[in-house]
């Protein structure tokens, strides 16, 4: 399959089953809830050496919030509700309740439920007071600003992560241009997070090294400047690849967002030094979700031709 | 919507009716979904003569419906609605006795009149709306029991008596007119507000809670400390929360959240709250 000069290689992308939950933080503006969310985000880009995998999802405007105030959407992934809950916890803790004027609440409703203010109240030292308003409990924590209002738990699911694209492409500028093109298509949509930089990963892994203390190593088949290995699949032309790394909470999502970002790396076609995409995967025995990239571009294909 | 229609045959004038009537009877048929028939031939205690619930009452149909409207009701007539069941709507055309709603556990009782003492009487879950008057210990314990409601929502269109919210574990308390002496008193949680005045001893020997008032009382208990003025964020939550309601509590804006805040009563040790409105 070939759109605009891209080839689209006959491979799929794989991931793995996650835990995810949505938590939307609110503020006096845009700047702090941004701060909060950007910190708490922060150090979240892979499971394997951060814990959890988070991103900001989306902006939610005053009338959207729970208490009228601007607010954005953050949302994370792990691979068990023990290691999330955990995370989201200590997360929540030192990330958004330090941050001016800040409210944290649950972003899904019912189903299971992890802790959120629920042990982030003993802050309080017994002046923390609860509100249950409308079947929810809230936790009101004295600070030096006020109260810090805090919902006492908020829903989980499960979710996928490792949704990728990976672009082969002629340079360093090029690779980048069709990955933030991506970036910003993929952007527009919900449910989903790329929790790596800027939304790209330059260091992709393959599982396990030749030391035996290391789990993932740098995968060294798409690295350009080992092109001279047998083992490197790169073409003489590439000179740069790079990943876009998808977290979604269904199957539906993911795939969505693998269509929306090839179609953008497309667009700007061959003509922009880019000459393939493909997707990463471990041979299909690691992960049960398998996003094979022709399948979801089959409509697409259609349009282009 | 059909509904069956409970009509009460006596006199609706409390003057000519000298005992009280015990109506916990009209739940256990709801709940249980008795038959008609069945519910006729109940026994009922008036004073000292035996009568059968068929006697008095007229009965539509079999309590199979979950809208249940009970007509000429009067103020003798007690426990109205107790421990209604999730589902199950009462409406109730008149005044009502003392103990309406109590042990509510998720139920929705109307009542289009006036009622009497302990309406909520430690009610657990569920709705009871008063458009009318509400009396003393709204929202309070059975005599001797520890704490008074654990959740629900009590709305009163008109004013309420003394004792609002005795030692009221959970849930809120909505009254649109006035509220009587020793509001709050030994409140343990909850929220109770109103837009009218409020009296004497407002939340004497409370420990936690919110009072939520629109003017700050006359006197304003020694162990109430004033903290200052806030902009408190969990007020727009409660709002929309009221504003759920027809009431009149919907012309406050979600996103008023100017107040006075008191903490007390410190007297017994406790850090409720006693909210005024400010601008």
């Known amino acids: 399959m070939i759109i605009n000069g891209v080839e689209i290689e006959d491979t799929f992308a794989e991931a793995f089953s996650m835990r995810a939950t949505r938590v939307i933080i609110t503020a006096i503006n845009y700047k702090w809830a941004r701060h909060a969310a950007e910190t708490m985000t922060g150090f979240a880009t892979s499971v394997i050496g951060c814990g959890v995998e988070a991103g900001i999802e989306k902006i939610i405007g005053n009338h959207e919030t729970p208490d009228g105030r601007p607010g954005i959407s953050v949302l994370l992934f792990s691979t068990d509700k023990k290691t999330l809950e955990k995370q989201l916890q200590t997360r929540i803790g030192q990330c958004v309740l330090t941050c001016p004027t800040t409210a944290v609440f649950s972003g899904m409703k019912g189903g299971d439920q992890i802790a959120l203010g629920k042990n982030i109240r003993y802050f309080g030292d017994g002046f923390q007071t609860s509100k249950n308003i409308g079947g929810k409990r809230f936790w009101r924590i004295p600070v030096m600003d006020g109260e810090f209002l805090c919902a006492e738990s908020t829903g989980y699911q499960k979710a996928i992560g490792g949704g990728n694209i990976l672009v082969f492409a002629r340079g360093i500028s090029h690779a980048l241009l069709a990955c933030e093109a991506a970036i910003d298509a993929i952007g527009m949509l919900p449910n989903i997070i790329m929790p790596f930089p800027g939304g790209g990963v330059r260091s992709g892994s393959k599982v396990g090294s030749k030391y035996k203390f290391l789990n993932a190593s740098t995968n060294h088949p798409f690295c350009p400047t080992l092109k001279g290995r047998p083992d490197n699949v790169l073409g003489k032309n590439i000179e740069a690849c790079m990943e876009i790394v998808i977290d979604g909470l269904t199957k539906e999502d993911v795939a969505l967002a693998m269509q929306r970002g090839i179609e953008a790396i497309c667009d700007l076609g061959k003509s922009q030094g880019i000459e393939k995409i493909t997707g990463g995967n471990y041979g299909g025995d690691l992960g049960p979700y398998h996003f094979h990239l022709r399948e979801i571009m089959h409509d697409a294909y259609n349009r282009y031709i | ?279």
């Not at chain 2, 006199?11 to 249980?32: G, N, T």
């Not at chain 2, 004073?47 to 003798?76: A, P």
Request: aromatic share 6%; proline share 2%.
């Open chain 2, 1 to 279: 919507m059909t509904h069956t229609t409970v009509t009460y045959k006596g006199p609706s004038d409390k003057s000519e009716v000298k005992q009280r009537l015990d109506m916990r009877w009209l739940s256990h048929a709801i709940c249980e979904s008795i038959s008609s028939d069945a519910v006729k031939k109940l026994p009922l205690l008036v004073g000292n003569e035996k009568f059968t619930v068929g006697d008095l009452f007229d009965i539509s149909s079999k309590f199979s419906n979950q809208s249940i409207v009970l007509e000429n009701s009067n103020t003798n007539m007690d426990y109205i609605g107790r421990a209604l069941a999730t589902n199950i709507e009462l409406t109730v055309k008149g005044n009502v006795g003392h103990f309406a709603g109590a042990e509510l556990a998720g139920g929705k009782l109307i009542i289009d009149g006036d009622a009497q003492n302990y309406a909520g009487c430690s009610m657990k879950k569920g709705l009871i709306e008063i458009t009318g008057d509400g009396s003393d210990y709204i929202g309070g314990a059975f005599a001797g029991d520890k704490k008074g409601m654990s959740g629900g929502t009590i709305l009163v269109h008109g004013s309420s008596g003394n004792f609002t919210g005795d030692l009221m574990r959970r849930g809120t308390i909505m009254v649109v007119g006035n509220i009587g002496d020793y509001c709050a008193s030994r409140m343990i949680a909850g929220t109770i507000t109103n837009l009218g005045t409020i009296g004497k001893q407002v939340g004497v020997g409370m420990r936690r809670g919110t009072i939520l008032l629109p003017h700050k009382p006359k006197d304003v208990l020694t162990g109430f400390h004033d903290c200052g003025r806030h902009n408190l964020g969990y007020l727009t939550l409660l709002l929309h929360d009221l504003r759920q309601y027809k009431s009149t509590f919907q012309s406050l804006h979600p996103m008023r959240r100017r107040i006075q805040r008191y903490i007390g009563d410190t007297t017994v040790g406790g850090q409720g709250e006693m909210l005024i409105w400010i601008g």
